[in-house]
């Protein structure tokens, strides 16, 4: 995903399977994180209570994820690696949910060890890993570069667990292991650091046979120094660590299988299972308490245990304290760890995950102790939580993008969308159903119904098509033309569970023929390249589970070839164009080759020679480039998982939703007329529950904003441009009429402005969908007389009201609604946009293939927000904090005020709009920006301090410029660079402080939009003529005048609210109160940020603030 | 020690729990097999002792110029024997292994793991275990098939001569600097190649063109062996069929087609209940 890229998720009812396959608690003891057999990490926030609620999804693992592990010091920066069964790696920030560093590496780690040694070691510490290769790996944790390995001398083997032993008394660190044979080594870490960084080889330093297998876990007792406890699936044992002797063996009993544990305390231990069950044992001392048969056993325990001759020095055995279990309904294996926190007010934590997706908790007590007859008591569980419960609890923000058709189906069951496809020239969503019913929909308006209030408004017009055929669940969906423009645009191709494929029209909604194919269910429906051709068409290949391969020919309407060999999931499917060859491959590596006219099986190849094969297919298609072949190459990556030749489909249990998401901004990128908006069904493994994310291209929006001014809108043949301009103009008028009349009444403006939003929206709402359908069929009959001339600029123009629906829903999305009720209010009525139902799971990308999505139930994640409900997708507190800083440097340019004052027409909205998203752009640019250019900006900022702020723009100037070009064009040529220079100077610190980009991206639209709606208010009361023209003296005069404004507007608030018999509802009043708060703070930002760090935030928040005042932009 | 397979019999209720039906799928007794035939027997294990040792009479029906008998025990290559014929002057060379040295094929050692990975994954739940859903034991055959297609890979893609670095230190007399050593393991033949090199001059005319990772470099190949760069002038490759290897081989073949079955099997059946996401 791009990083220009802005995602919306739209969740659905129930919550992607997360089926944990490791999990860890994070050293402050907030953030839980899972990773999941389906390749994502899960971030949950734990609150002081030990209450647990979903955070975010991160997505960019395409496999099992193996393991976790904190990847820095913890309290300086909070990041945390996770491994994946093919060789991923990936250190996420978990306070965002970003990707910092990601490396794919040919080893499959099991288990990693975070080392940092300050005084010895330079650079951010090492992760030792172990897993699928021999020996320890050593590797950087900041590059995640391998550095070099920890080397057996004696019998190198695969290593299962290790531990890091730190010793007070020795003064030295030495690193455990267990190898999987069962050999227990030693390697020196702090004395050979110095060795490693000089890529020596490192041995161990001593080796010891445990006699026993499948080791689960290593731990060294710190608080005696002296005991060493060993996990094995079938035991565990303690030994001395000062001679590796075996102190105790305890053989599990009743077919459990031990999976870990962890040293309490002294003498004290945790060992859990496979099945989620945990015991903990005190370990007596047998001599202390035998006293005076000392003597007698002595010699007993020598012969029992005999430890190199040498007599042990104590004998141990242990008593069950206490035992913790989970409810029987369960599903294995578990993953489970403890926290041993000694510090108040962290506590002590058994925590383990499921692959059902449940997290379960125990708080230990600190001493632990048995029933008063000695039998083991139970500790209760403390929370337990999953997704579901989530997704349950915070139904209303968990919408799905047909959630509006429930209305259709019968009240007992909702709709599930089993396959979907999106086609972005004619902005419709396909949605395949469990029931079998296929849905068209015009995908703007689905979201629209789906995320903002007035939506739901929507619901009951006539915009969706459904298409009834299939008798079972719609498996696989295709839209041929949108792979390859020379097919017809009215075709659409679907297939179900029922192994039944069939051709629509989807413009009159018939059937055009079925396919019966009798493979079992069809699991993916592809088409062949533009550069293969049979009798001239192309041909749709179908992919069924019974790992059949069936071809299709759409014009003759007959199936060519059924190819019914394949023992195995088809993985890869290739074409071979000069000899007419279907090449197969199999999830065995073994490869099919079929002819496709006489549909005869060639040859059947495994082994190395299939591969030489398949290999051999790349060639083929890089021998002949053709000129065509790019942008068709683009859109078969949509399907293709490892992106190489145009021809070539991979396919089968790996949708992995990140390269997914990837490939398809490929898509939109390479068509040569962008798409501002996308819709992309993301489905996870093993199930057929999906959901889908809105993806904006801000880049492309300002883009396609920008160039075209929109005064081409009205131009005469796309009359419905002028028509909604002229409506616009005219409820705008009518709009400022009733501000104005209010103002001058009492001010009682919000009553007012809340009234009218529902009845703008329900017009909007319906002559945009009006708008659409005309612009639809505009459209089709421009294509169906030349198909091919679709990017010409009347289409564009034709686009234009759909870009600006777009922006506004995008908007929608972003705006903090709830901050100030006012300012939604005018929100509504100045840029059109409506208000959102409940906050927005918003995404964050942090480069090509790695991103997050929040989860239903975000917003309650931090709990200083939980008291203030009223406010609706603040994305933090710190956009607050952020957006004032913003509006203190703003009225240093009036550059929009100004413009904005002109008279109120849908102009003035569409331009505040296109204003807003390009300011979004700058923003998002800015805080993305690559580290060497924002070196080259930081260094452009120190000259231009030196210069002390005298205009000069010169080269400087010219480089900045250089780096938001086209932002910079005629639209925006009345704020030259250097008026922003602050505000650039402000946003580039912000990227130094580690904002998020979505933090930035909102308090920037919040100040933007604030300012801009204080100009608006302004206008009604400013009786002055106002003058474009670009004049000193008149910004000079404009500045005080506002601060007037503001102040009067306070007042008004104040006294509204003290008024009882102003004609407003108490609700209302806190609601206005709240806002004249709001407006105070926005004039007098210090004074807020001493209101906000005096109050018992989190002190995260503090040193935030700390670090804001000290860069002194400020 | 190895963990008993003997049921054979994974339950998996498939789909709707009302029904309460249950499909009774016989996975793998064979992978139960594996084990021992692939001699597998992991060292210490202790009722079974040191693994035995087999020795293998290397040749090629092409040339005579290399003789080699190489000695595997388990997964550890114990002893070798190399004969080479000089091409230059016919002198006979002999290279033996040190005594104390033994040399991990770590193909043979991989693919073990693998194949115990797998073993533990079937067996490390209770024997009453009840399979909840179609798609955990969707999940868990992903995994074990995941395991054993590495296992097989580990064998069907022989080990490079970087990877084999180590080897050339096995030998007393050390080799001599003209000669590098690979032996690998390739589907079901141990290998053994013998490489005569000679050095390139570090500003040699000649076009330096590394041959990358490949197995086996034929003669005019140049690649960077440490410091030096390297021209690879005569090759010589011996080989040997390891009849376990063969065993071990087709028996990933069967359980792999075996774990696919039962796959298919529970999608058949889930999509029979196809309202009921499985």
Request: aromatic letters at 8%.
């Amino acid at each position: 995903m791009k990083t220009s890229l802005q995602a919306v998720a739209l969740w659905g009812k129930n919550a992607p399977p997360h089926s944990i396959s490791a999990i860890m608690i994070t050293d402050d003891q907030q953030t839980i994180v899972t990773g999941s057999q389906e390749g994502q990490l899960c971030l949950w926030s734990l609150s002081p209570e030990l209450k647990i609620s979903a955070k975010e999804l991160l997505f960019g693992h395409s496999t099992s994820v193996t393991c976790l592990a904190r990847a820095r010091d913890f309290s300086k920066q909070p990041y945390v690696v996770s491994a994946a069964e093919n060789g991923e790696m990936c250190v996420w920030n978990v306070t965002n949910g970003q990707c910092v560093e990601k490396a794919t590496l040919p080893y499959t780690h099991t288990a990693i060890c975070y080392y940092h040694c300050s005084f010895r070691m330079t650079g951010e510490g090492w992760l030792l890993c172990c897993g699928e290769y021999q020996d320890i790996l050593i590797i950087d944790a900041k590059t995640l570069a391998v550095i070099n390995t920890f080397t057996s001398s004696q019998s190198p083997d695969w290593i299962n667990c290790m531990c890091i032993v730190h010793s007070m008394r020795i003064q030295e660190d030495s690193l455990l292991v267990v190898s999987v044979t069962g050999e227990l080594k030693v390697w020196d870490l702090s004395s050979s650091i110095n060795s490693i960084q000089e890529k020596q080889v490192v041995y161990e330093k001593e080796s010891k046979f445990l006699d026993s297998l499948n080791c689960q876990t290593i731990r060294f007792c710190t608080y005696t120094e002296r005991l060493l406890l060993v996990v094995f699936s079938k035991c565990w044992k303690v030994y001395d660590y000062c001679d590796f002797s075996l102190l105790w063996t305890e053989v599990s009993r009743n077919g459990q299988f031990f999976a870990g544990g962890e040293v309490l305390a002294a003498h004290r231990i945790l060992i859990w299972t496979e099945d989620g069950h945990s015991y903990i044992y005190q370990l007596l001392n047998r001599w202390a308490q035998m006293g005076a048969a000392y003597k007698t056993f002595s010699g007993l325990s020598k012969s029992i245990y005999p430890a190199d001759g040498r007599v042990l020095k104590e004998t141990i055995y242990p008593h069950l304290l206490c035992s913790t279990s989970v409810e029987e309904n369960k599903s294995l294996p578990f993953v489970m760890g403890y926290m041993n926190e000694r510090k108040e007010p962290f506590y002590k934590v058994l925590f383990s995950g499921e692959v059902s997706g449940r997290i379960t908790l125990w708080h230990i007590p600190d001493v632990p102790i048995s029933k008063f007859d000695g039998s083991p008591r139970e500790i209760p569980i403390t929370t337990t939580w999953t997704l579901q419960d989530n997704f349950d609890k915070h139904q209303t923000v968990s919408q799905s993008i047909i959630d509006h058709f429930s209305g259709l189906e019968d009240e007992a069951g909702t709709v599930v969308v089993t396959s979907s496809e999106y086609v972005p020239s004619l902005d419709k969503l396909i949605c395949g159903c469990e029931d079998g019913t296929i849905f068209i929909t015009q995908a703007l308006n689905a979201a629209k119904a789906g995320l903002l209030e007035g939506g739901s408004l929507l619901k009951d017009s006539p915009s969706h098509k459904v298409l009834k055929g299939h008798h079972q669940s719609v498996t696989s969906l295709l839209y041929p033309h949108g792979l390859s423009s020379k097919l017809d645009q009215s075709w659409m191709v679907s297939g179900d569970q029922g192994s039944c494929v069939i051709l629509w029209n989807i413009f009159t909604e018939d059937i055009l023929h079925k396919f019966f194919l009798e493979a079992g269910p069809v699991t993916s429906l592809l088409m062949s390249p533009e550069n293969f051709r049979l009798r001239d068409d192309q041909i749709i290949c179908c992919v069924c589970s019974d790992h059949s391969v069936s071809l299709l020919h759409l014009e003759g309407r007959k199936c060519l070839l059924r190819a019914r060999k394949h023992l195995f999931p088809v993985r890869m499917i290739k074409w071979h164009p000069v000899e007419n060859f279907l090449i197969v491959g199999c999830a065995d590596d073994s490869v099919y080759i079929w002819e496709i006219e006489t549909g005869t099986l060639e040859r059947h190849e495994t082994g190395e020679r299939a591969r030489i094969i398949l290999n051999c297919c790349d060639d083929l298609q890089l021998l002949k480039p053709e000129p065509a072949l790019s942008v068709a190459s683009e859109t078969h990556k949509h399907k293709s998982i490892e992106q190489r030749s145009s021809s070539s489909h991979q396919l089968g249990p790996i949708p992995c939703p990140g390269l997914q998401v990837e490939s398809s901004c490929k898509v939109a990128d390479a068509k040569s007329f962008p798409t501002p908006f996308n819709v992309l069904p993301v489905k996870t493994k093993w199930s057929n529950v999906g959901f889908h994310i809105l993806l904006f291209d801000l880049e492309n929006l300002v883009k396609l904003l920008l160039p075209t001014p929109l005064s081409a809108a009205d131009s005469s043949n796309s009359f419905y441009g002028s028509e909604i301009l002229r409506r616009a103009k005219s409820t705008v008028e009518k709009k400022t009429l009733t501000i104005k009349r209010n103002k001058t009444a009492s001010g009682s403006l919000s009553a007012e402005a809340q009234a009218k939003p529902l009845n703008d929206g329900l017009i909007q709402g319906n002559n945009a969908i009006k708008f659409i359908e005309e612009n639809d069929d505009i459209k089709r009959q421009k294509k169906t007389k030349s198909s091919k001339k679709k990017h010409t600029k009347a289409s564009r123009k034709v686009d234009a009201n759909l870009t600006i629906d777009t922006a506004k829903l995008f908007l929608s999305c972003l705006l903090p609604w709830g901050v100030d009720k006012e300012l939604d209010n005018l929100c509504i009525n100045h840029l059109n946009i409506l208000k959102l139902q409940g906050p927005v799971s918003l995404g964050l990308a942090s480069n090509e293939d790695h991103f997050s999505l929040m989860l239903p139930g975000w917003d309650l994640c931090n709990t200083e927000m939980k008291k203030e409900y009223s406010r609706v997708n603040l994305f933090s507190r710190k956009v607050l904090d952020l957006s004032n800083k913003y509006t203190a440097t703003l009225p240093n340019h009036v550059g929009t005020p100004r413009r904005l004052e002109n008279n109120c027409d849908s102009f003035e909205e569409s331009n505040a709009i296109v204003y807003l998203l390009s300011r979004l752009f700058l923003v998002n640019k800015l805080v993305n920006m690559p580290s060497e250019l924002a070196c080259d900006f930081d260094r452009f900022f120190k000259t231009e301090s030196m210069h002390n702020k005298v205009k000069s723009p010169g080269n400087d100037i010219l480089r900045i410029s250089s780096f938001y070009g086209y932002l910079r064009n005629d639209k925006n040529e009345s704020h030259t660079p250097d008026a922003d220079l602050p505000l650039l100077k402000l946003i580039s610190c912000w990227r130094d402080q580690s904002v998020q980009v979505t933090e930035a991206i909102q308090a920037v639209l919040l100040a933007e939009v604030q300012q801009h709606m204080k100009s608006l208010r302004k206008t009604p009361i400013d009786s002055q003529p106002v003058s474009t023209a670009e004049n000193g003296n008149c910004e000079m005069m404009q500045i005080p005048k506002k601060k007037e404004w503001t102040e009067e507007l306070e007042l008004q608030c104040i006294r509204n609210t003290s008024a009882p018999q102003t004609p407003v509802s108490p609700v209302k009043h806190d609601s206005n109160s709240n806002s004249a708060n709001f407006q105070d703070a926005e004039d007098m930002p210090d004074r807020c940020v001493l209101e906000e760090s005096e109050s018992p935030g989190d002190p995260r928040h503090h040193s935030w603030m700390a670090k804001v005042c000290s860069c002194k932009v400020c | 020690c190895i963990p008993a397979l003997g049921k054979g019999v994974l339950r998996a209720p498939v789909s709707s729990e009302e029904e309460g039906w249950l499909l009774p799928v016989s996975v793998m007794p064979q992978s139960l097999h594996l084990e021992a035939s692939l001699r597998f027997t992991l060292p210490g294990s202790g009722t079974e002792g040191p693994a035995k040792q087999e020795n293998f009479i290397l040749g090629s029906c092409s040339t005579d110029q290399v003789k080699g008998v190489l000695t595997l025990q388990g997964d550890a290559l114990s002893q070798a024997d190399v004969n080479l014929k000089m091409p230059r002057n016919n002198q006979l060379l002999h290279l033996a292994f040190r005594e104390d040295k033994q040399w991990k094929l770590e193909q043979i050692q991989d693919a073990r793991n693998h194949v115990s990975q797998a073993i533990y994954l079937l067996a490390n739940r209770d024997e009453n275990y009840q399979f909840k859903t179609g798609a955990e034991v969707l999940k868990l055959m992903d995994a074990v098939m995941l395991q054993l297609t590495r296992a097989r890979n580990r064998l069907t893609t022989p080990a490079t001569l970087i990877a084999a670095s180590g080897l050339t230190r096995m030998f007393a007399p050390s080799l001599p600097s003209d000669l590098l050593v690979n032996v690998y393991i390739n589907l079901n033949k141990l290998c053994l190649t013998v490489y005569q090199l000679h050095a390139l001059q570090p500003n040699s005319t000649k076009n330096f063109r590394p041959a990358g990772g490949s197995v086996l470099h034929n003669p005019g190949a140049m690649f960077e062996w440490g410091a030096q760069r390297l021209e690879v002038s005569h090759v010589h490759k011996v080989e040997c069929v390891v009849p376990w290897l063969n065993d071990a081989l087709v028996y990933f073949t069967v359980s792999l087609q075996l774990c696919q079955q039962l796959k298919d099997k529970i999608s058949v059946f889930s999509s029979y209940w196809s309202y009921r996401p499985f």
